[in-house]
């Protein structure tokens, strides 16, 4: 099973896409708290469009409240920013992975970042483009952590 981890996600509309990703690769959604909206707003559902109601989310008043239920001393954690070195594709996803990816306006906290330096990657880019849009990142990032563990097989 994959997990998406937002962390503090500040605009509906990705999070809704992301979240109709999610249902479609039966994958669960975890939003860290503070939150940029509220998740009863419309443009979140309108972009979820009708699957909101199949979509498995939890959601966490923090990182370390998420962190006191998955630990993140065990294996598959990953994270996501434009400021790694590593490629998406130099991780080994597993099996269960969770995958984390930060604020649209300022990623993740870059003390995160650091502590777990050898666990951060980014996609790809010419050097023109500061960032991608967050739903696509987390749509790039899950096929490849599909596709490495096998994922795909539960999606038939």
């Known amino acids: ?4 981890v937002l ?3 500040q605009i509906p509309q990705n999070t809704g896409n992301i979240g109709r990703l999610c249902v479609a690769t039966k994958s669960t959604l975890h939003l ?3 939150l940029g ?3 009863t707003q419309k443009e979140l559902r309108r972009a979820g469009l009708d699957y909101w109601q199949h979509l498995e989310v939890r959601e966490w008043e923090s990182l370390a409240h998420f962190w006191e239920h998955h630990p993140i001393e065990s294996r598959g ?3 996501f920013s434009t400021k790694a070195r590593q490629i998406h594709y130099q991780a080994r996803f597993c099996e269960e992975s969770y995958l984390y990816f930060g604020r649209e306006d300022r990623g993740i906290d870059e ?3 650091r502590v777990f330096s050898g666990q951060v990657y980014r996609l790809p880019m010419a050097p023109i483009a500061r960032s991608l849009n967050l739903a ?3 749509g790039a ?3 490849e952590a599909l596709r490495q563990s096998g994922g795909y097989e539960a999606l038939r």
């Open 111 to 113: 003390g995160v970042l």
């Open 141 to 143: 990032v899950l096929y």
């Open 37 to 39: 909206f509220r998740t």
């Open 136 to 138: 696509t990142c987390v």
């Open 77 to 79: 954690h990953f994270f």
């Open 1 to 4: 099973m994959i997990h998406i």
């Open 32 to 34: 860290i708290h503070p």
């Open 7 to 9: 962390i503090e996600p």
